[in-house]
């Protein structure tokens, strides 16, 4: 029986180190979000991540117009994966144009780089009148005030 343990062990080990070779890259599905965004709106850059997720340091720096996301994800070792989640790195606000926003994953070693271009527009955020301001509560008050006398009998 020792014998079939130490052989189950040493195949399991070996077929796991071959479903490693294939595996897909540790995000997918990078975005930025809004795009298009108005000018002056904050602009953030959004991974999806698998497994562990991303650990480690980063490091954002804009040359021109493209805008460079580093993540090192450092040593990782974790036990029952979580869920895949996004990841969000805010990249600031931007004038209006034509952007590049480039994310790289683990510099130096099997860098994995996507590239997700993205455009600023000149209009900016529209104004809209909340319903709890006071301008808009007097216009609804008078304006109930003009139906009710209207509707009684003179």
């Known amino acids: ?13 070996a077929l796991a180190g071959l479903a490693r070779a294939g595996d897909p890259p540790l995000f997918d599905n990078v975005r930025v979000s809004p ?9 953030v850059l959004l991974a999806r991540w698998g497994g562990c997720g991303a650990n480690g340091g980063t490091t954002t720096s804009v040359a021109g117009s493209i805008i460079t996301v580093t993540q090192d994800t450092g040593e990782q070792v974790c036990g029952v994966p979580p869920p895949a989640a996004d990841v969000s790195y805010p990249l600031g606000t931007f004038a209006p144009g034509n ?5 790289i994953v683990d510099p130096g070693s099997t860098q994995q780089v996507t590239d997700v271009p ?7 955020i529209a104004e809209v009148l909340p319903v709890n301001s006071a301008l808009a ?3 609804l008050a008078l304006m109930i005030v003009w139906l009710v006398r209207r509707a009684l009998p003179r």
Not at 4 to 10: E, L, P, R, V, W
Not at 35 to 43: C, E, I, R, Y
Not at 118 to 124: L, M, S, Y
Request: proline share 8%; hydrophobic share 45%; aromatic share 14%.
């Open 118 to 124: 993205f455009e600023v527009t000149g209009a900016g």
């Open 137 to 139: 509560l007097a216009g």
């Open 99 to 103: 952007y590049l926003a480039r994310y």
């Open 1 to 13: 029986m020792k014998r079939f343990t130490g052989f189950a062990i040493i195949l399991t080990m």
């Open 35 to 43: 795009n298009p965004a108005p000018s002056g709106q904050p602009v």
